[in-house]
Nanobody
Framework: QVQLVESGGGLVQTGGSLRLSCAASGRTTSSYIMGWFRQAPGKEREFVAVVTRTGGTTYYADSVKGRFTISRDNAKNTVYLQMNSLKPEDTAVYYC?????????????????WGQGTQVTVSS
């Protein structure tokens, strides 16, 4: 079992940057594949990025590729999402998720554990 807590969301102007953090407790993050998802108002939750247990492999949604970077610090039990060149369409609640097995997982129903989410709002 692992508990996930996101932080770092906020209000930013178009073109700005934010770094989200996902702190894990209960078990070390090195035991889990970690993903970020987001959900905008009136839309379904969508995949953003995933990183494997060691951090050696990452994968991104096309909509964020080249702008967002997922990383992890297993010594701190924390996963990060660095978001640059933010656009109004990036506005959403961002969630981190964890699963103990598997590879590059991009579907939300593949993950076992979820945080409560952090709001990101990008103003135009």
């Amino acid at each position: 079992q692992v508990q996930l807590v996101e932080s770092g969301g906020g209000l930013v102007q178009t073109g700005g940057s934010l770094r989200l953090s996902c702190a894990a407790s209960g078990r070390t993050t090195s035991s889990y594949i970690m993903g970020w998802f987001r959900q905008a108002p009136g839309k379904e939750r969508e995949f953003v990025a995933v990183v494997t247990r060691t951090g050696g492999t990452t994968y991104y949604a096309d909509s964020v590729k080249g702008r967002f970077t997922i990383s992890r610090d297993n010594a701190k039990n924390t996963v990060y999402l660095q978001m640059n060149s933010l656009k109004p369409e990036d506005t959403a609640v961002y969630y981190c998720a964890a699963r103990p097995t598997g590879g590059i997982l991009t579907k939300d129903n593949e993950y076992d554990y979820w945080g409560q989410g952090t709001q990101v709002t990008v103003s135009s």
